[in-house]
């Protein structure tokens, strides 16, 4: 059996937590239980302290999470370089702290000696329910640069450590991610998932990430993004249905970067308005009635000859129950990247709604494949 760990959906009123998905890990021995952002572009592990509340301007930010005390961890190891990090999942999060090394343990997996910033500011940003979640789990390929002019601490994912400490049986990871918020989701590390073929698969290369040519304007919402290097080619995308066929016009092929922490579908404000009224709507966060998806068009993702992925409404849409109107919404994800658009593709979780994933670092690629439709 492949190691297995579910990922809940916390799905609630603010809309930039309607595609998060959170796993379950622990740091230190014995373990301190933490809820982690499942995470592809992000490396970095951020862990809040005991010592946050020493501050009492900290406090508030810091009390509501599991604090990481090392005097409790028989595997704790001082390095005390002090750090600061901005992390973009779920909106933003500003920390700073000191570097430390200890176990990490995920899906019956143990790292040992994970270097890890210990937070002792922990500061939100506008927008991000970091109630949620604790930390996150750092699937990158490669260190994500941390270049904001706040952000000076980068380090190898927890998915680097394992590669490094040769703990997988295969150096990929496939995640199955949940469509609603009562279903539940599969991240499995170093093998397939029970079920799961490759033949039944398409496999895009990866693509070489990019280093240089985002200009300033861009910079910080782009870097770790563009270098974190799960990265592929696309070719053209359309909104096709038995009676049409709407072309999104992203003049391929466009570099994109997959992303599971990414809530929205991003690309050009062009092609976002383009997607967008296919299925009758404006703008993301724009919604309709869940009935209606029967309606609506399928999306086609080409990557190549021969390598085509199709996503249903029930895969690109958001579903949401809305606790105030006590009614079911599904929200568009089509995102216009406005005055942060470089050109590229940003694909986030409703691209991998209805997928398996299977992000293979050995191979150099990802492999996508279509799951049943659930009712």
């Not at 021995?29 to 992000?42: C, H, Q």
């Not at 970095?44 to 508030?60: G, Y």
């Not at 706040?150 to 927890?158: I, K, L, M, V």
């Not at 997988?168 to 073929?197: C, H, I, K, W």
Request: glycine share 6%; proline share 6%; with cysteine.
């Amino acid at each position: 059996m492949p190691p297995n760990v579910n990922i809940r959906n916390d799905d609630d009123i603010d809309t930039l937590v309607w595609s998060m998905y959170t796993t379950p890990i622990g740091v230190g021995n014995p373990p301190l239980p933490l809820e982690a952002v499942v995470d592809t572009s992000w490396s970095t592990l951020f862990v809040p302290s005991v010592n946050c509340t020493d501050d009492l301007h900290e406090r508030e930010y810091c009390i509501t999470h599991p604090l990481y005390n090392s005097s409790h961890s028989s595997t704790y190891s001082p390095n005390l370089t002090s750090t600061s990090s901005w992390y973009t999942g779920g909106a933003g999060l500003y920390t700073y702290g000191k570097s430390s090394y200890d176990s990490f343990h995920v899906a019956g997996i143990e790292i040992k000696a994970h270097l890890f910033q210990e937070v002792l500011q922990w500061r939100p940003d506008y927008g991000t329910n970091e109630e949620f979640w604790d930390t996150a789990l750092g699937l990158a390929l490669f260190p994500t640069p941390n270049r904001d002019l706040y952000g000076n601490f980068t380090a190898s994912s927890s998915f680097q450590h394992m590669i490094e400490q040769r703990l997988l049986e295969e150096n990929s990871f496939t995640l199955q991610l949940p469509r609603r918020d009562d279903e539940t989701g599969v991240m499995s590390l170093g093998s397939l998932p029970a079920g799961v073929s490759r033949k039944d698969m398409i496999e895009v290369p990866l693509t070489a990430p990019i280093e240089n040519g985002i200009d300033e304007d861009g910079l910080d919402f782009w870097d770790h993004y563009t270098m974190s290097g799960w990265s592929i080619n696309i070719a053209s995308m359309s909104m096709v249905s038995n009676y049409s066929m709407i072309s999104i016009p992203i003049d391929g092929p466009r570099f994109a970067v997959v992303s599971s922490s990414f809530p929205w579908i991003a690309m050009t404000d062009e092609a976002a308005l383009a997607a967008n009224r296919a299925i009758g709507l404006e703008y993301v966060w724009d919604w309709l009635n869940c009935s209606k998806r029967e309606e609506l068009p399928d999306l086609e993702v080409k990557f190549g000859e021969n390598k085509t992925i199709i996503l249903t409404p029930w895969d690109y849409l958001i579903e949401e129950y809305h606790e105030y109107f006590q009614q079911l919404r599904c929200v568009s994800a089509f995102y216009g990247l406005g005055w942060v658009d470089k050109g590229y593709i940003l694909l986030g979780a409703p691209f991998l709604n209805g997928l398996t994933a299977v992000f293979d670092a050995n191979r150099g690629s990802i492999s996508f494949g279509n799951r049943p439709r659930t009712p």
